[in-house]
């Protein structure tokens, strides 16, 4: 399933978790509600600064062995 779908199906559950928790709490249901979305919010950006310094690592080592797989077929070509 796609990220934005997950993320909107975890949004409705805890904004359904919320107005219960508020029917039975009161207001303090709020501050738990607001601490959480921040929580939550806090992951997805920290999951998503993870995974594009992973496609950049990822890239940074390939372009690294195009290098020296270049430099060692130079060097084959010139022996022979």
């Known amino acids: 399933m796609n990220r934005l779908m997950i993320g ?3 949004g409705c559950a805890a904004a359904m978790a919320l107005i219960i928790m508020y029917s039975y709490i009161g207001e303090f249901a709020y501050f738990i ?3 959480a979305m921040i929580g939550m ?3 997805v950006l920290m999951n998503q600064r993870g995974e594009v310094n992973a496609k950049e ?3 940074l080592r390939r372009r690294e062995w195009m290098e020296r797989n270049r430099n060692r077929v130079e060097q084959e070509a010139a022996e022979k």
Do not use: K, L, Y
């Open 8 to 10: 909107t199906a975890i």
């Open 33 to 35: 509600g607001i601490g």
């Open 41 to 43: 919010i806090s992951v």
């Open 57 to 59: 690592r990822q890239a």
